[in-house]
């Protein structure tokens, strides 16, 4: 059973930076593409960053919000997917989710394409 744990999360004022981190278990890791998305309160559930498996490249992908500001990380051996987020905006709070994705490169910032999820972790930024 896949089993996904996001932490790190928590209140930080604009302009500062927090670090998530999303811990998996029950997969071969290196299979799967390891995505970060958020949902804020009335709004979609959004794509942030995806770091691909190995075998698609192994690389990072990022939506325009979080370009130049979000770096995400992926280690392999430890089985956790990092996000560092920098430069947080009140516009970033949200509950941040990961998933794992086995879809084409094409379409791995659709949510759709993620079939295993954790529990979010909730960023709150104050003006």
């Known amino acids: 059973q896949v089993q996904l744990a996001e932490s790190g999360g928590g209140l930080v004022q604009a302009g500062g930076s927090l670090s998530l981190s999303c811990t998996a278990s029950?997969?071969?890791?290196?299979?799967?593409?390891i995505g970060w998305f958020r949902q804020a309160p009335g709004k979609e559930r959004e794509f942030v960053a995806v770091?691909?498996?190995?075998?698609?490249?192994?690389?990072?992908y990022y939506s325009e919000t979080a370009n130049g500001r979000f770096t995400i990380s992926r280690d392999n051996i430890k089985r956790i997917v990092y996000l560092q987020m920098n430069s947080l905006k009140p516009e970033d709070t949200a509950i941040y989710y990961c998933?794992?994705?086995?879809?084409?490169?094409?379409?791995?910032?659709?949510?759709?394409?993620?079939?295993?999820w954790g529990q979010g972790t909730q960023v709150t930024v104050s003006s």
């Open positions: 998933a794992t994705s086995q879809a084409a490169l094409s379409a791995i910032r659709h949510a759709e394409m993620y079939r295993s």
């Open positions: 029950g997969l071969t890791f290196r299979d799967y593409h």
């Open positions: 770091y691909s498996r190995p075998g698609s490249g192994g690389r990072p």
